[in-house]
């Protein structure tokens, strides 16, 4: 069973507010990455990370941004949340392999 | 860039066998694979094929590649209510990236 963890799994917060969603995993995998999933279930990849001080943007476009000081630690950050960054955030971890293991994700509501 | 397209809804019986499909583009992509998604869930890997084959089976689940027509599609036998969920397919990017390009998702309604 994969070990990846996003805190908190549901957020309601308001306009203009900063929020930083938790992702950690311990598995001791090199590569995590940030996914947007919209209501029409689609996921889009925002950020993802090679290793400890590596991140890069993903193939959509985000006012998000990722930090990667720790292998187990991916935090995902929004400096001023707006009704558009309303959507569910998934985050997954892999090693040199190719599975991809997903937390629970982050279900995000800015009013 | 790449795109992968499916059929967003699916309803069968219970019983009944579940093909969904999937189509994409990239064709240096090695790996291909289903992920199931449960309501409130992240997404749990299903199963996955290699470039190189044109068919796996685990348990109730087949999946079929053809590669020339860039189709790839999972057949789940004997459907139960509990496979109700959202599949996606993903092809893998080439590279070290290991970077996944996701389909629009398939919902699966199993009726019982």
């Known amino acids: 069973e994969a070990d990846i963890y996003q805190t908190p799994r549901y957020l309601v917060i308001g306009t203009g507010k900063k929020i930083t969603l938790e992702c950690s995993q311990t598995m001791g995998h090199d590569k995590m990455y940030w996914y947007q999933q919209d209501p029409g279930m689609e996921l889009h990849l925002i950020h993802y990370?090679?290793?400890?001080?590596?991140?890069e943007k993903g193939d959509l476009s985000s006012e998000s941004t990722v930090s990667r000081i720790r292998t187990e630690h991916f935090p995902l950050t929004l400096e001023s949340a707006r009704p558009s960054h309303t959507s569910q955030y998934l985050c997954?971890?892999?090693?040199?392999?190719?599975?991809?293991?997903f937390g629970p994700g982050t279900r995000l509501t800015v009013t | 860039g790449e795109d992968v397209e499916q059929s967003l809804f699916l309803s069968v019986r219970e019983g009944d066998s579940s093909v969904i499909n999937c189509t994409y583009t990239?064709?240096?992509?090695?790996?291909l694979y289903w992920y199931k998604q449960e309501p409130g869930a992240g997404l749990q890997l299903l199963t996955y094929i290699f470039s190189n084959m044109d068919m796996k089976q685990d348990q109730r689940l087949t999946v079929l590649l053809n590669k020339k027509d860039k189709h790839l599609s999972l057949r789940i036998a004997d459907t139960q209510t509990g496979d109700s969920a959202i599949y996606f397919c993903?092809?893998?990017?080439?590279?070290?990236?290991?970077?996944?390009?996701f389909g629009t998702g398939t919902l699966l309604a199993v009726q019982p």
């Open positions: 990370s090679y290793g400890v001080n590596s991140t």
């Open positions: 990239d064709s240096s992509s090695t790996y």
């Open positions: 997954a971890s892999s090693d040199q392999g190719f599975e991809q293991y």
């Open positions: 993903a092809e893998q990017e080439g590279g070290a990236t290991n970077k996944l390009i």
